[in-house]
């Protein structure tokens, strides 16, 4: 079945930038939609095909995908975008969605 | 605004079962997938499966055929998912999650339930 590997955390200063990573078997090839999960509430969409951004989710919040690893940039973090974030594809081969491990992002 | 509205919290005896429910309003219910998307505590997100009502089609994560089933009322617009043979590593909040594209699984999931607790325990 298909992995997606993320680093368990990130910490990053208020006002620096986060990157999130996701590694994945030519990911680059798949699109790749990342949520954010706060305490006690369902994930939110922040990122879809990549790159795109909902209605309402700021520009800091931007994406990338190539080769195997799928990146989520947050520019100018503040304390409010600490929470969980996961990646996720649909796999074709199998027919399901896949979720990755989640990364919890700490802002100093 | 589409809204999914899960059913309450749960506490079921291992060996037994248990069926969630996620009622859909505000959009149209029958030709989106809805998902099942279970979270353990303090773990990550997990799929389980999905359903497209309109055609009854179903999709299982391989780690729960057997045990889930996925079910949809149209006249409803409600979701079901049941799951049999609970054990304690099943205790975990359940989410519905509605794809994004009408008559096919793929994709994204971009409305969500607000997740239900299911605690298995003696």
């Known amino acids: 079945s298909y992995v997606l590997t993320q680093p368990p955390s990130v910490s990053v200063a208020p006002g620096q930038t986060a990157r999130i990573t996701c590694g994945g078997n030519?990911?680059?090839?798949?699109?790749v939609h990342w949520y954010q999960q706060k305490p006690g509430q369902a994930p939110v969409l922040v990122v879809y095909?990549?790159?795109d951004r909902p209605s309402g989710i700021p520009e800091r919040f931007s994406g990338s995908n190539s080769g195997n690893t799928a990146t989520l940039t947050i520019s100018r973090v503040e304390a409010g975008d600490e929470a969980d974030y996961y990646c996720?594809?649909?796999?074709?081969?199998?027919?399901?969605?896949?979720f990755g491990t989640g990364t919890k992002v700490t802002v100093l | 605004q589409v809204q999914l509205v899960q059913s309450g919290a749960e506490v079921k005896k291992p060996g037994s079962s248990v069926k969630v429910s996620c009622k859909a309003s505000?959009?149209?219910?029958?030709?989106?997938?809805i998902s099942w998307v279970r979270q353990a505590p303090g773990q990550g997100l997990e799929w389980m499966g999905g359903?497209?009502?309109?055609?009854?089609?179903?999709n299982y994560a391989q780690k729960f055929q057997g045990r889930v089933t996925i079910t949809a009322d149209e006249s409803t617009s409600t979701a079901y998912m049941e799951l049999i043979s609970l054990r304690s590593e099943d205790t975990a909040v359940y989410y519905c999650?509605?794809?994004?594209?009408?008559?096919?699984?793929?994709?994204?999931?971009?409305?969500w339930g607000q997740g239900t607790l299911v605690t298995v325990s003696s």
């Open positions: 359903i497209i009502p309109i055609f009854g089609t179903v």
């Open positions: 095909d990549d790159s």
């Open positions: 030519n990911i680059g090839s798949k699109s």
């Open positions: 999650a509605r794809g994004i594209i009408p008559y096919d699984y793929g994709d994204q999931f971009d409305y």
């Open positions: 996720q594809v649909w796999d074709s081969s199998s027919n399901h969605y896949v």
């Open positions: 505000g959009g149209t219910f029958n030709t989106y997938s």
